[in-house]
């Protein structure tokens, strides 16, 4: 892990120009340095699931895409696999409080904070603007908040939650795409960001 004070992020070079084609119907954001923990283990194990609970203080989601907790949050990527997400200054406070409760839990956690940049995107018109890079339905009444998906974004592979009904969007990219990532919602936004909301 870099140490604070020497971090980039890839994203760094795109929040000017994310400012600058946003606008009362969409807003782009490259959301702040935050944890990201991978967690494996067995959802069939009590001890297991009561150790992560009680060290984060929220549920572990057994259902692939339900996402659980608000600062801190919990989301189900697969039958034994989940990303922690909490604030950057947690770190290690969350880190050190989960290996001494899973002490004796077959379980696998790896601080996986620098390998994701997180784009946000709110407004009316965030959804229409996703719909031009991927074929998830996103329709209210098929996906709503919380809610996750792994999907593919302009031909590159993401993690999508939807965290309000504004609606309000993370992409998650790892960090080697999140310039172009970043760059094609930049060319794609300002067809959006000053129309009036589309009816759903």
């Known amino acids: 892990m870099a140490e604070p004070a ?37 959802e069939n194990d009590v001890r297991f699931v009561t150790a992560v609970e009680s060290a984060t203080r929220i549920p572990l989601p057994s259902q692939v895409g339900a996402v659980t907790g608000s600062s801190t949050r919990a989301i189900c990527l697969g039958p034994d696999e989940w990303l922690l997400v909490a604030p950057d200054e947690a770190r290690q406070a969350l880190i050190t409080s989960l290996a001494d409760t ?24 965030a959804r229409d603007v996703l719909a031009k890079g991927l074929a998830l339905d996103l329709h209210p009444s098929a996906f709503t908040a919380p809610r996750c998906a792994q999907t593919v974004f302009a031909k590159i592979g993401v993690l999508l939650e939807q965290t309000d009904e504004a609606p309000s969007y993370r992409l998650y990219v790892r960090a080697s795409f999140a310039a172009y990532v970043a760059a094609w919602l930049i060319d794609a936004a300002p067809e959006f960001a000053s129309l009036t909301p589309a009816r759903s």
């Open 6 to 42: 020497l971090r980039r992020s890839p994203l760094e070079t795109s929040v000017a120009a994310f400012r600058q084609v946003s606008g009362p119907a969409l807003t782009l954001e490259a959301v702040p340095f935050e944890t990201h923990l991978s967690l494996r283990g067995d």
């Open 102 to 125: 899973l002490i004796g839990c077959h379980h696998a956690l790896v601080d996986v904070s620098v390998s994701r940049a997180v784009i946000g995107l709110r407004g009316p018109r």
